[in-house]
């Protein structure tokens, strides 16, 4: 397994479930840090999608979660609720899709929702999602090392994944090399370029604001996502990580806009993006009354991206692939640890795949496709 950041996790948990015998391999530092895509202490969970297979992978996902809470004790996801707005087409289509996957949504007319959530400035209707919230995105993670059955290894940067006839190999920096069965790359922008790659799913990453900011008068504002152009979305940082008690706001930026990096680099990210963060304040001075529009923190996050925002999953002989995340696959990640972990294993997966093989919209080339289903 290479890579410790939610998918890779989450796919070592799953395999070890089933008996394998994993180990970890992490090019950093314990996962979370700051080069993570994984890095946090909040993520929304929500199942609004305009899409219905989308939402019954989050449904799906709902359940994973709920066994992890039992596995560890550990309390993971806040049901808050989540106010969604702007773009009524998008709004139409979600509440569509939400019904036909069977989650509970409930459209509000404009006056309504204005009376219903004072800490929002909400000027057209919108949808309710009941059962969406927030995850505790860094205990997310301790309670994957919690439950465990896998060995990780930190500090150990791979440069190539290898296949001969039988089996995978993984070279390190060191020049170590470690055979497996079955070799599982879940190592963000970094994965294709590990196997030799290049696939038409392939994107390139960003490197999205993010601001906290402190309550000026009442209680946090609930979940929100603006749908339209610009995708602003918040919630209430819950539980006890550094930021608890502020409402994290930003971008869902998924362009591309990252040069490429080093992932065991100790150097910080790029600082601050002066136009993304006055997108950001401008954000909650338009929507947030309630919140003093200086930001109390700011951070830059890594998007590892697809190039139709739809993740990776496939299988390339004995080399499985997570990554294409796009910015919106935390709420996933248990689940998309069990579908690798299918992948891993040959078998058929409880979701179709198809929309997150390597080689979508490439030409026909005749040839059998690579993807195992």
Known sequence: MIGAGLLGLSSAWALARRGWDVVVLEAAGAPGHER???KGDARIFRLGYPEAHDVEMALLALGRWR????ATGRKLLRVTGQVTLGDGDAQHAIAAAMTAAGAPVEEIPATAAAQRFPGLVLSGPILLEPDSGVLAADDCLRALLQVGGFELRTGTLVTSVRQSSGAGTVQTA???SI???VVVVCAGPHSLGLLGLHAPAA???SLPQVAYFAPRTGALPPVFMEWGNDMVYGLPVLGHGPHAG?????????????PPFDPADPAPLAADDPDQLAQLTGAVARL??????EP?????????????????????GHVVVGCGTSGHAFKFGPLLGELLADLAENRQPAVDLTRFGLHRGAPPTGRPPTTTR
């Open 288 to 293: 947030l009354p309630t919140l003093d529009p």
């Open 67 to 70: 066994d992890l809470e039992g």
């Open 203 to 205: 994107g390139g990453p």
């Open 179 to 181: 055979p497996a069965d």
């Open 36 to 38: 993570s895509g994984s």
């Open 246 to 258: 502020s409402y994290k706001v930003a971008r869902h930026a998924p362009g591309p806009g990252l």
């Open 174 to 176: 060191d020049g170590t």
């Open 296 to 316: 109390v923190a700011t951070e830059r996050c890594v998007y590892d991206n697809s190039a139709d925002t739809h993740f990776v999953l496939d299988r390339v």
